[in-house]
């Protein structure tokens, strides 16, 4: 069966209530609806060290968010917006996979070759594309593979103070977006579970 893993990059730790974690839980419904069980980390309820390596020494445990990772076939990133950027959690979270571009399987291809990415963004100012963008880039250079319109944002309007959990529903255009992004994730997780990248040697 086809699993997900959201990692979810709030500021704010557990039970704490987090926009991005409404909005990632609302692609894991959507993902769900196509045959992909699906489960959250707060990467903040954790204690993930800075650094580029898999393992950054007693008390790191990023190696246990890694593994859980490295059983997910899809492996969405949800961050808020601050100044415009991701979160800090996010960033680190990207900073950490870096260690995945060293790692290879037998045939040679990169550890995270073959997993899906997907990105949620929410925020009460601009930002949401260039964060995508950014993640996109990134996990592309890990050797994920993104789908066509992966990712889903919320944005409240300019100099708003609005938080997307404070909303007394979601906007169709947000449930519409999360979910094709959610039916093209799932897809193209299936086509690359039958069809594999081929060995690099």
């Known amino acids: 069966m086809t699993s997900a893993l959201a990692i979810i990059c709030t500021l704010r730790p557990s039970p704490s209530a987090s926009s991005s974690d409404v909005l990632a839980r609302q692609v894991l419904e959507e993902l769900d609806r196509h045959g992909v069980s ?10 993930i060290r800075p650094g580029v390596q898999r393992d950054m020494g007693e ?62 963004v929410v ?6 594309h260039k964060i995508i963008a950014d993640v996109f880039g990134a996990l592309g250079d890990i050797g994920f593979t993104v789908p066509a319109q992966g990712a889903t944002y919320w944005n409240d309007e300019a100099m708003g103070g609005r938080d997307y959990k404070d909303l007394d529903g979601t906007p169709d255009a947000v449930a519409t977006t999360t979910a094709n992004a959610a039916r093209n994730a799932a897809h193209l997780a299936a086509l690359v579970s039958r069809s594999p990248y081929p060995p690099y040697r």
């Not at 900073?95 to 290879?104: P, Q």
């Open 38 to 47: 699906g489960e959250a980390v707060r990467a903040v309820d954790h204690d």
């Open 59 to 120: 008390g790191d445990q990023w190696p246990e968010v890694l593994e859980r990772v490295r059983a997910a076939d899809i492996v969405l990133l949800a961050t808020p917006t601050w100044l415009g950027h991701m979160s800090s959690v996010a960033q680190r979270v990207l900073e950490r996979l870096d260690a995945e571009l060293s790692e290879t399987d037998d045939e040679g291809r990169p550890a995270m070759l073959g997993k899906v990415a997907m990105c949620a």
């Open 123 to 128: 925020g009460n100012e601009d930002g949401a």
